[in-house]
């Protein structure tokens, strides 16, 4: 189990405030609990995605509030479809770099190319990272404007 700790220097109730509209936002589950609660968090970590479950336990302080997370489970699954796109643009790729080793390859070296400029445009140029430090740090964000 992983642990992330997190201080906030508002009040309890807006720091929940700021993590219920962060769950809303960014579309996961948030079930509240008491001083905390359940949350299922969809992430993205480049051709993996998946979804973390998440126990929030928050704690006034006398600067503000203590964020205990401790992630119970974390689930991922990599992009086929996308991993099956590179495949291709790397063996396209592979084309323009070997056709002076076997001239027999130089006819498909301008399809190689295309194949590895939209492998870079439909995957590599799209991908991106959100995780649990990304969502409290909108939670922050939000809380200061809550």
Same mark, same amino acid.
């Given at each position: 189990?992983?642990?992330?700790?997190?201080?906030?220097?508002?009040?309890?109730? *807006?720091?929940?405030?700021?993590?219920? &509209?962060?769950?809303?936002?960014?579309? #996961?589950?948030?079930?509240?609990? $008491?001083? %905390? +609660?359940?949350?299922?968090?969809?992430?993205?970590?480049?051709?993996?995605?998946?979804?973390?479950?998440?126990?929030?336990?928050?704690?006034?302080?006398?600067?503000?509030?203590?964020?205990?997370? *401790?992630?119970?489970?974390?689930?991922? &699954?990599?992009?086929?479809?996308?991993? #099956?796109?590179?495949?291709?643009? $790397?063996? %396209? +790729?592979?084309?323009?770099?070997?056709?002076?080793?076997?001239?027999?390859?130089?006819?498909?070296?301008?399809?190689?190319?295309?194949?590895?400029?939209?492998?870079?445009?439909?995957?590599?140029? *799209?991908?991106?990272?959100?995780?649990? &430090?990304?969502?409290?740090?909108?939670?922050?964000?939000?809380?200061?404007?809550?």
């Amino acid at each position: 189990m992983v642990e992330l700790h997190r201080r906030f220097p508002q009040p309890p109730e *807006r720091v929940l405030e700021a993590i219920d &509209e962060a769950a809303e936002m960014w579309g #996961a589950e948030w079930q509240p609990a $008491g001083a %905390g +609660g359940n949350l299922l968090l969809p992430i993205v970590r480049g051709l993996r995605h998946g979804v973390l479950q998440i126990t929030l336990a928050l704690e006034p302080t006398p600067e503000g509030t203590s964020l205990s997370c *401790r992630i119970q489970r974390s689930t991922l &699954e990599i992009n086929r479809s996308a991993l #099956a796109i590179l495949i291709l643009g $790397g063996l %396209g +790729g592979l084309t323009v770099v070997f056709w002076p080793l076997s001239p027999k390859i130089l006819q498909l070296a301008p399809l190689g190319a295309v194949l590895a400029f939209v492998a870079w445009l439909l995957v590599v140029s *799209r991908l991106r990272n959100s995780g649990a &430090e990304d969502f409290f740090s909108l939670v922050g964000d939000l809380a200061k404007n809550v």
